[in-house]
């Protein structure tokens, strides 16, 4: 980065974008003009960049910003054909590129080259949007700022708007930025330090006038049968919940989902205006459109039976689809892109919390942020006047729009296990760590569960962030710690889709050197271990009415019989069985249930670490560090066998290439003969 306006441009939108106070998540943009050499001609040029389409402000990046030539992006005034004819002026935006690469120029990049002024912030701030929300918007933004902020009349996102303020903008040189109605605000300057001081001024501005204006209680009274529930009977109720909420929000295509249970949301969820202002939408364009036209809300007192609220939730998801394909139907133009879904991205659940959904977890919870920062709109717009958003059709043209669906065509192609929500027992270590990483690598969200908390959640911290992958202890021998670790599951990523059993630990002795404590310790870990994970993810998965994966990791020793290993041998023979018993149960719900055998896998093995290794190197007379080669060299393949082609395997049952297999073994052991299936 040798350019300093380009440098003090990311500095400005990083600052900007850190505070959730000044924006929301990739939502509005910041620009700068300034001078830079044409390498073409070796003459100075002026520039503009931009933050493009798609990017956060306070995770910018110099790749992030469209670069575009000033004077061709300002000689589009003279070809523009009318408001009826404006989305076609982002195609143009195109030729107005400087250079090779950079990020596609955003539908608000009009606003930030016609104003004039070198430096423009254009931002969502939760304060400037309930003045530009509330009934008597304009006549507040002149109460609050006098003639320093001007008002803008709503208008869709686009080039007229670009046009509109720049007029304004002009007519008012006193003005250091506006208010735009419905939507947001914009701030401009000849310094970058001055633009950003001008931002802070509005947001701060707005926020002492909605506290020293605002009434107390702007949604109403407290109503007590909605109050929020005890934190431990809420989350366990959120819990017991969000299987089946997320089931339904997946009805047109799998979600995930996030929980919130914040203050803000209990709050709103328990007074009496909540089911008026929920109805009204949300109105700035960023955030119904990851949070849809409206959220779906439950009207059942807080401690209703659950049988009840799920009934309840039935009952409603049914009639939110047809109200929205109702809504969508009102408002289709011939050449609307389809409807792309009627389920909730939104469920509200008084004295419980707010489930947000979404195509990742990220999604998902960004989702959920964006709901926040609406109710805070409604709180300071219903303090001050009364919250009136965006007309439908308005909401409409916006969530249908032809550029929006062309953003969303740009979008990469999912992996091939997005949107799955994948368990892996023992995953703080060895073939389960592996798992955990492949499943984890082809999209799916991953609870790594160990009888080590701190152990499983460095694993997952080595995947990625809490978006991605979440640590939970799990002695799986005991029903109750099983349950709270799907509890966990659930409550990180709204449920449950793919489980694979492979915590486990082998006790390698003769017959009458094995113990009754050996016998019951190998058994209660995996044989009733298998059971009570499987057990409690059908639960889940039948729940959900998605489907689902069962992988029980077993072994090349449930079918082939060696000696000294009793203990371990038949307890994998055990599991080996569960897969078979398991996909003939379930097979009515969809839920696939497969094992795979391995053997010989002594690198990265943590039950061989564990004392194992050493004690099959004794029986077969090799040296320990050598018992990988050995068991290589008995197979037909002459190949080490390691954690990862494991992992291999289970991506093969899981990814969506074998959906009509189901109880099927998988050897993993480069060819062992006497072991092949029968």
């Known amino acids: ?179 735009l109605g419905g939507h947001g605000i914009t701030a401009w300057a000849d310094t970058s330090e001055q633009c950003e ?29 909605m109050e929020p529930l005890p934190e431990t009977e809420r989350r366990a109720r959120a819990a017991a919940l969000f299987p089946v909420v997320r089931g339904l929000a997946s009805t047109d295509k799998p979600q995930v989902g996030h929980f919130t249970d914040s203050d803000v949301v209990l709050d709103f969820l328990s007074s009496e205006e909540h089911p008026r202002l929920a109805a009204l939408g949300t109105s700035c364009p960023d955030h119904f459109l990851r949070t849809k036209v409206r959220p779906m809300v439950v009207d059942l007192p807080a401690s209703a039976p659950v049988e009840d609220v799920v009934a309840r939730l039935r009952e409603l998801h049914e009639a939110y689809r047809a109200d929205y394909a109702a809504y969508y139907d009102r408002n289709a ?18 004295g419980v919390g707010m489930f947000s959904f979404g195509a990742n977890k990220q999604t998902a919870r960004v989702a959920g942020e964006f709901y926040v920062n609406a109710i805070n709109v409604m709180r300071g717009a219903e303090s001050v006047s009364t919250y009136a958003p965006i007309d439908e059709r308005e909401k409409f043209r916006i969530e249908y729009w032809a550029l929006e669906e062309a953003k969303l065509a740009r979008m990469p192609k999912p992996k091939p296990l997005a949107t799955r929500v994948a368990l892996v027992t023992g995953a703080a270590s060895g073939i389960g760590k592996a798992i955990a990483q492949r499943l984890a690598a082809e999209g799916a969200c991953v609870v790594i569960a160990d009888l080590d908390l701190a152990k499983a959640s460095d694993a997952a911290a080595e995947i990625g962030s809490a978006d991605v992958a979440v640590g939970v202890a799990a002695d799986v021998s005991d029903g109750e710690a099983v349950a709270a670790a799907f509890r966990a599951a659930v409550l990180a990523f709204g449920g449950v889709d793919l489980v694979v059993n492979n915590a486990g630990l082998s006790i390698s002795k003769p017959l009458l050197e094995t113990t009754e404590r050996d016998w019951d310790l190998q058994h209660d870990v995996m044989a009733k271990g298998s059971f009570l994970v499987s057990r409690e993810a059908a639960r ?3 729940e959900q009415g998605m489907g689902g994966d069962v992988v029980y990791i ?27 018993l398991l996909a003939a149960e379930l097979g009515e719900h969809q839920i696939r249930v497969n094992g795979i055998n391995p053997d010989g896998v002594v690198r990265g093995s943590g039950i061989f670490a564990g004392g194992w290794g050493a004690k099959r190197a004794a029986v077969y007379g090799v040296p320990e560090e050598e018992l990988g080669a050995y068991y290589a060299q008995r197979t037909l393949l002459k190949r080490e066998v390691l954690p990862e082609h494991v992992a291999d395997a289970v991506f093969a049952l899981t990814g969506g290439e074998l959906t009509r297999t189901t109880g099927l073994h998988v050897p993993v052991d480069s060819g062992v003969a006497a072991a092949f299936l029968r």
């Not at 931002?199 to 107390?216: K, N, Q, V």
């Not at 133009?333 to 008084?350: K, N, Q, T, Y």
């Not at 077993?554 to 080996?576: C, E, H, L, T």
């Open 333 to 350: 133009e011939p050449d609307s892109p389809a409807m792309r879904g009627a389920d909730p991205a939104i469920v509200l659940v008084p």
């Open 554 to 580: 077993s072994s090349k020793n449930s079918v082939f019989a060696g000696p000294n290993n009793i203990a371990y041998s038949a307890v994998k023979a055990d599991q080996a069985h569960q897969v078979r």
């Open 540 to 542: 889940i998965m039948i």
């Open 1 to 179: 980065m040798t350019n300093p306006v380009v440098s003090d441009l990311i500095a400005r939108s990083n600052r900007l974008g850190a505070d959730p106070r000044n924006t929301n998540y990739a939502g509005g943009n910041t620009s700068a003009a300034g001078t830079a050499t044409d390498p073409v001609t070796g003459q100075p040029v002026e520039l503009l960049w931009v933050k493009g389409s798609g990017g956060d402000l306070g995770t910018l990046r110099e790749e992030g910003l469209a670069v575009l030539r000033l004077d061709r992006l300002r000689s589009l005034v003279d070809v523009y054909p009318g408001v009826d004819r404006e989305d076609e002026m982002v195609a143009a935006f195109d030729h107005c590129a400087f250079g090779r690469g950079g990020a596609a120029p955003s539908i608000d990049t009009a606003m930030h080259g016609l104003v004039r002024a070198a430096h423009v912030d254009h931002l969502h701030p939760d304060s400037g949007i309930a003045l530009a929300t509330a009934a008597d918007g304009e006549a507040l933004t002149t109460e609050c700022f006098g003639d320093r902020v001007v008002w803008v009349p709503w208008r869709r996102p686009g080039f007229q708007l670009g046009l509109d303020i720049a007029e304004i903008a002009e007519k008012n040189p006193q003005a250091i930025g506006a208010v």
């Open 197 to 225: 001081a001008n931002s802070r001024e509005i947001i701060a501005t707005a926020e002492r006038f909605l506290a020293e204006r605002g009434r107390p209680q702007p949604f109403g009274s407290r109503v007590p049968e």
